[in-house]
């Protein structure tokens, strides 16, 4: 999301504006109100006088509730007004906006108040395709309420906007024709109520006639007690603790509860993603387990519930599958679109198994283990019989459906993410190099899970065996020792994918590669051809495909270089660990402390900042939780299964780290830590 924008969020329901707090969407943009996967309003634009206010400030520290700070006035250099406006907006099922205009001058003023509304009922899907509407929109008033409605067959949604006092509605929306005394001020309440309908029967309330600019005072007491729960950051490098405070109010932002288990999980990013993802929740509560472990509960409570049962091709469906991602709009329930749910993607098995082992060795938490026990064996079996297509050992992917499924099925997903160096894409069926990494570490906890937790040693034999064959296969079928570093993948014709890139970081998260091939990816992953200054680049600057602001050839995710710097301490490399560490806070420091989806690729030496990336996300799930597993990397936060080990390493200048209350088996405890010279 651009800084120009300012959003507003409470689970899956979020308001996207611009710097006025007006909504005026094209059929391909951002802008709007948004639940479920629907657009319920495009078009929301406010005149006093004709004129459009000027904003002088944004009031956004809340993630539920902005407030927006305008003067009218024609003024190209001075601001020469006797009128400011307050609007204050609350998101609800919908939002509510209270708008508050001042009369500061000694003379009473007329005036013609304007707020024009629309809704384009786009689903998200339509949005990112730029794809056009099947049904029908419908406008109607009654008693003072204006419905704006979308219909195809028995898929319904409407918009219900009340004003208070009530307005004129006109074929734009609401006019109000007013006079503010001298010295006094008018007010207007709107409440904005998103409904659907499954042929006659509503599934929500009305709107409410009268409303009012406070938050559900549930939100704000919801937000105050899980700050106050996280651990307690003490920093002597005064921009970590704003990035620390920002990433637990994003990451409590971008909480909801699915409705499908007990809890929340975290879901993926805004605008695009507010929905259940497989890979994005698991990497995201993971990242948190120091600061929020029952996030991670919750999101492996929910995937198990959700885990494939039957084999459906256009669902990319399989026995023991844990899902991609599920969406609510239009183009998924007349499966335009597999989302309901979709299984498109190789890594969020294995990624579900590494988190429940990594989850009950830092919280003692045994009971949940038990529970899963079934959904464990299930994912492993689909490892083992559906993840590995052609037997060869190696999990790979190819889409099942042709048509709107994933090409790729691994975290780099966008279509030419998996090309060789001299830029051509590698043919399907793909067995990206993480994949096998992820698959060794799954095989690997699952094993010390079936040994201590559910009684079955003679499994947990075979898993580990399983572990360390693969880990012995993919050292000598993966690595490239022309060049020093792992391919990236196998193709189909089982060729080795040879572009450098940062997926050689996840095999050092994993554990995968040997100790001196380790070494090598050590130093590509510190070169100047991925290492930018700010983090690591997804792929090599010298590589065909390379693009500093292309999706996944290029740019940096700080996701990715967390888990890097993760895998680096894992190998001993604590002081390249720690350079990756800070300067991914250092970027974070000029991104306001909210680290991006994703930025550009371009050296430090050449831009002296971080470059934004037009189209990520912000805030976005994993970026939110980057900055939380680079403090665990700092600090050397592990657990050994009975108690907490703090082993720091700490670069200048981030001087002292103190992180007080850190929850785990042992309780409460607390981790210290401060720069060395041999830390820098």
């Not at 204006?146 to 409407?158: A, I, N, P």
């Not at 993840?387 to 459906?401: L, P, T």
Request: one cysteine or more; a negative charge; aromatic letters at 10%.
């Amino acid at each position: 999301m651009s800084l120009d924008t300012i959003s507003i969020l409470d689970g899956s329901t979020f308001v996207v504006s611009d710097r006025r707090g007006d909504i005026d969407a094209s059929p391909t943009d951002t802008y709007g109100l948004f639940l479920e996967d629907t657009r319920f309003l495009s078009r929301w634009i406010l005149t006093v006088g004709g004129i459009r206010p000027k904003t002088l400030s944004v009031d956004d520290q809340a993630y539920f509730r902005v407030q927006f700070f305008e003067a009218v006035t024609t003024g190209t250099i001075y601001v020469d007004s006797h009128l400011s406006v307050v609007r204050r907006r609350t998101v609800t099922v919908g939002f509510d906006e209270e708008i508050e205009i001042k009369n500061h001058a000694k003379q009473p003023v007329d005036l013609e108040v304007k707020l024009e509304v629309g809704a384009d009922f786009a689903d998200l899907f339509e949005v990112k395709d730029k794809l056009a509407k099947v049904g029908q929109l419908y406008r109607k008033a009654d008693g003072g309420v204006l419905t704006l409605g979308y219909k195809r067959e028995s898929f319904v949604r409407e918009t219900a906007i009340a004003s208070e006092p009530a307005g004129q509605i006109t074929d734009e929306g609401f006019v109000f024709r007013i006079k503010i005394p001298s010295e006094a001020s008018w007010t207007v309440c709107f409440n904005v109520h998103a409904r659907g309908r499954r042929a006659a029967v509503e599934v929500a309330a009305p709107p409410r006639r009268t409303v009012g600019p406070e938050a559900d005072p549930e939100l704000a007491r919801g937000l105050a007690d899980w700050v106050a729960a996280a651990p307690h950051l003490v920093a002597t490098w005064e921009p970590l603790k704003m990035i620390d405070r920002r990433s637990l109010i994003d990451l409590a932002a971008l909480r909801f509860s699915p409705g499908v288990s007990p809890g929340e999980l975290p879901a993926a990013g805004l605008p695009w993603f507010m929905a259940v993802f497989g890979r994005d929740s698991l990497i995201t509560s993971f990242q948190a387990l120091t600061f929020a472990p029952e996030l991670a509960a919750s999101t492996l409570r929910a995937l198990a519930l959700l885990q494939g049962r039957r084999d459906d091709a256009f669902r990319d469906e399989e026995p023991g599958k844990i899902l991609h991602e599920i969406r609510l709009g239009e183009m998924t329930a007349f499966e335009d679109r597999p989302q309901s749910p979709y299984y498109g993607a190789a890594d969020s098995t294995m990624l579900f198994l590494i988190l429940l082992e990594e989850y009950e060795r830092w919280t003692g938490d045994r009971a949940l283990a038990r529970e899963l026990e079934r959904e464990a064996r299930a994912a492993i079996g689909w490892i083992d019989n559906y993840g590995d297509r052609d037997k060869d050992g190696y999990v790979e992917y190819e889409r099942r459906n042709p048509k709107t499924g994933l090409d790729n099925q691994c975290w780099k997903d966008s279509w030419d993410s998996i090309a060789f160096h001299d830029g051509t894409i590698a043919p399907t069926p793909r067995a990206t190099c993480e994949l096998q990494g992820y698959v060794y570490d799954a095989k690997r906890r699952t094993a010390r899970l079936a040994r201590e937790i559910w009684g079955d040693p003679a499994w947990a034999d075979k898993l580990e065996r399983e572990a360390a064959e693969l880990k012995r296969r993919f050292n000598k079928d993966f690595w490239i020792p022309e060049r020093g570093f792992f391919a990236l993948a196998l193709d189909g014709k089982k060729r080795k994918v040879d572009s450098l890139t940062s997926n050689i970081g996840h095999l050092l998260w994993s554990g995968i590669a040997e100790d001196d091939k380790a070494d090598s990816c050590v130093k590509h992953l510190m070169s100047d051809e991925l290492f930018t200054g700010w983090g690591i680049r997804t792929m090599a600057s010298s590589e065909g495909s390379y693009n500093p602001i292309g999706y996944h050839v290029g740019t940096v995710w700080p996701h990715d270089s967390a888990f890097a710097a993760w895998g680096l301490r894992r190998y001993g490399h604590r002081a390249e660990a720690a350079r990756i560490c800070r300067s991914m806070l250092e970027a974070a420091e000029l991104f306001h402390g909210r680290l991006p989806e994703a930025f550009g690729g371009y050296a430090r030496k050449e831009t002296h900042y971080p470059v934004e990336y037009p189209t990520a996300c912000s805030p976005q799930a994993w970026a939110t939780g980057a900055p939380l597993l680079l403090l665990r990397t700092l600090l050397g936060l592990e657990s050994d299964g009975v108690h907490m080990i703090v082993d720091p390493a700490i670069p200048q200048p981030l001087g002292r780290i103190e992180l007080l209350d850190i929850p785990g088996r042992w309780g409460r405890m607390d981790a210290f830590g401060r720069a060395r010279a041999a830390s820098d």
